[in-house]
């Protein structure tokens, strides 16, 4: 299932190189979330990493991301991380650079709609249909 949130960028960092086959890019966006901001990290992994490039600091945005999780076994423990896999980037309602994305926005709009998700109370985080996601097959993670 896809998701999306509407925010401020706080931070961009620098694309990373993580091993010969698989590069990502994080950012930050601030989102007014009662009395406090919350800050939330992303990630755009491989040929989505430049999706960014159009935006800067302070520019409005709307981040449309998928919910990744993995467990794996370390020294016989397992360990579980979370990741907020983003996807498209949009300029937001306070303007900005010009909506940024890839095919796989193209393919999340053709795709049927499912049944409605159960509403959130946050109204800058909402779900959406998710886009057809490659199989495990086809990913490159080492674990």
Do not use: C
């Not at 961009?12 to 950012?27: A, G, L, N, T």
């Not at 935006?55 to 993995?70: A, H, M, P, Q």
């Not at 306070?94 to 049927?112: D, F, K, L, M, S």
């Amino acid at each position: 299932m896809a998701y999306d949130a509407t925010g401020r960028l706080h931070e961009i960092f620098d694309e990373q190189q993580v091993s010969e086959k698989f590069r990502k890019r994080e950012f930050v966006l601030e989102v007014q979330e009662g009395q406090y901001p919350e800050h939330i990290k992303f990630q755009l992994v491989q040929d989505k990493t430049a999706l960014i490039d159009p935006f800067k600091i302070g520019d409005e945005v709307k981040v449309t991301f998928n919910l990744r999780g993995r467990g794996f076994n370390k020294n016989g423990q397992m360990l579980y991380f979370t990741n907020l896999e983003a996807w498209r980037i949009e300029a937001g309602a306070g303007g900005g650079a010009p909506a940024a994305g890839g095919n796989y926005g193209n393919q999340q709009q053709a795709a049927p709609r499912a049944a409605a998700p159960a509403q959130n109370q946050n109204p800058n985080l909402r779900a959406q249909p998710a886009a057809p996601i490659a199989g495990d097959d086809d990913n490159d993670l080492p674990f």
